[in-house]
């Protein structure tokens, strides 16, 4: 299939060399002209302006995924596609974006007959070698439509072993993308997904730190330990119950730095976690894991703990998360955010 892609960091410019390496024809467009060079470069067909993009694509429907900050550096962006594209062409939104913008933005391009799919889309900096899971919102047909660039996106089966009783289930699922629901269903998964991360994250960094401080002067001398958090971080990853990706990601970052010297922990949250508490509040659901762990991230703004390096450490490790200061941080979805030679960012 031929696709249009508007922003080329850290994900998008992955997403697309994927889609390419499957087979699929990339048309792409960012601010940056050496963003837009080095996907030239892997094949791509480079555009100097969302105009010239769409003009591009000669296969219809016309299709463009947006790959950008959540906010209004993605609003401006789909405006202007909606003026450039017509009836029966799809705008993807593969970002962070809030559902009930995207639900809000389906019902206004489809006054249009554009149709609009929401991507809630993980696997940060490592998706091009391992795949990328996905949580599709919008019209089935849209969907359906587009399945070829979601099935090259994905994982796929692998060797994860297949999970009991789902052999009359959607096979999608166990691809690594799901069709969740209608328009801001995507969007909605993957925020609940990063509300968990967080409390996940919270759970890796005390426990380091309660670990890390069994030698404190504080207690009995027979009490101290010195104990090795790279070694226990890799122990760990070997059968227990406890493993995952997360804990992979702590121990690379241990036996590299076993203090964590290079980070400050000063954590930034990127909008999903407040996002999942506002909606846990609306359903009247408690969530005190996940709202102590945002409150955790918003104190290590103030003062820092071993264990909020050890949070910075796994934001590092899977999406290239760059630590913050006061005043905000760097996206990992596009370093570049403005999408046509402005100097507007995104939320």
């Not at 059968?239 to 980070?263: N, R, T, Y």
């Given at each position: 299939?031929q696709?249009?892609?508007?922003?080329l960091?850290?994900?998008?410019?992955?997403?697309?060399?994927?889609?390419?390496?499957?087979?699929?024809?990339c048309?792409?467009?960012?601010?940056?002209?050496?963003?837009?060079?080095a996907?030239?470069?892997?094949?791509?067909?480079?555009?100097?302006?969302?105009?010239?993009?769409?003009?591009?694509?000669?296969?219809?429907?016309?299709?463009?995924?947006?790959?950008?900050?959540?906010?209004?550096?993605?609003?401006?962006?789909?405006?202007?596609?909606?003026?450039l594209?017509?009836?029966?062409?799809?705008?993807?939104?593969?970002?962070?974006?809030?559902?009930?913008?995207?639900?809000?933005?389906?019902?206004?391009?489809?006054?249009?007959?554009?149709?609009y799919?929401?991507?809630?889309?993980?696997?940060?900096?490592?998706?091009?070698?391992?795949?990328?899971?996905?949580?599709?919102?919008g019209?089935?047909?849209?969907?359906?439509?587009?399945?070829?660039?979601?099935?090259a996106?994905?994982p796929?089966?692998?060797?994860?072993?297949?999970?009991?009783g789902?052999?009359?289930?959607?096979?999608?699922?166990e691809?690594?993308?799901?069709?969740?629901g209608p328009?801001?269903?995507?969007?909605?998964v993957?925020?609940?997904?990063?509300?968990?991360?967080?409390?996940?994250?919270?759970?890796?960094?005390?426990?380091f730190?309660i670990?890390?401080?069994?030698?404190?002067?504080?207690?009995?001398?027979?009490e101290?330990?010195?104990?090795?958090?790279?070694?226990?971080?890799?122990?760990?990853?070997?059968?227990?119950?406890?493993?995952?990706?997360?804990?992979?990601?702590?121990?690379?970052?241990?036996?590299?730095?076993?203090?964590?010297?290079?980070?400050?922990?000063?954590?930034?949250d990127?909008?999903?976690?407040?996002?999942?508490?506002?909606a846990?509040?609306?359903?009247?659901?408690?969530?005190?894991?996940?709202s102590?762990?945002?409150?955790?991230r918003?104190?290590?703004?103030?003062e820092h703990?071993?264990?909020?390096?050890?949070?910075?450490?796994?934001?590092?490790?899977?999406?290239?998360?760059?630590?913050?200061?006061?005043g905000?941080?760097?996206?990992?979805?596009?370093p570049?955010?403005?999408?046509?030679?402005?100097?507007?960012?995104?939320r």
């Amino acid at each position: 299939m031929q696709i249009g892609i508007v922003g080329l960091g850290r994900m998008g410019g992955n997403i697309a060399r994927r889609l390419m390496k499957a087979g699929h024809s990339c048309a792409v467009f960012d601010a940056s002209v050496k963003a837009r060079e080095a996907l030239a470069h892997d094949g791509a067909s480079p555009s100097g302006s969302l105009s010239e993009l769409v003009s591009s694509l000669s296969e219809t429907p016309r299709t463009v995924w947006v790959m950008l900050p959540a906010g209004r550096i993605t609003e401006e962006t789909i405006e202007t596609l909606a003026g450039l594209l017509r009836a029966g062409d799809i705008i993807i939104d593969g970002g962070n974006s809030y559902y009930k913008d995207d639900i809000r933005r389906a019902k206004t391009l489809g006054q249009k007959g554009i149709r609009y799919v929401d991507c809630g889309t993980s696997g940060g900096i490592w998706g091009m070698e391992r795949g990328y899971c996905m949580m599709i919102g919008g019209p089935k047909e849209a969907v359906d439509h587009l399945d070829p660039i979601f099935s090259a996106l994905a994982p796929g089966i692998g060797d994860i072993p297949r999970t009991p009783g789902r052999e009359t289930l959607d096979p999608r699922a166990e691809r690594g993308y799901i069709h969740a629901g209608p328009s801001g269903a995507g969007h909605f998964v993957k925020m609940v997904h990063n509300g968990i991360e967080y409390g996940l994250m919270q759970a890796y960094a005390e426990g380091f730190d309660i670990l890390r401080n069994k030698n404190t002067t504080g207690l009995p001398e027979d009490e101290r330990f010195e104990l090795n958090l790279p070694d226990i971080a890799e122990v760990w990853r070997r059968g227990s119950v406890i493993s995952s990706w997360l804990l992979d990601l702590s121990a690379s970052a241990l036996a590299k730095d076993p203090q964590l010297e290079a980070f400050s922990g000063f954590v930034e949250d990127s909008g999903e976690g407040r996002w999942t508490i506002e909606a846990a509040i609306e359903e009247a659901v408690p969530v005190e894991v996940l709202s102590s762990a945002l409150y955790a991230r918003f104190r290590s703004r103030q003062e820092h703990t071993f264990g909020e390096k050890v949070l910075s450490a796994m934001r590092f490790g899977f999406g290239g998360h760059v630590e913050g200061k006061a005043g905000g941080a760097q996206d990992a979805h596009n370093p570049n955010p403005a999408p046509s030679g402005t100097d507007k960012t995104g939320r």
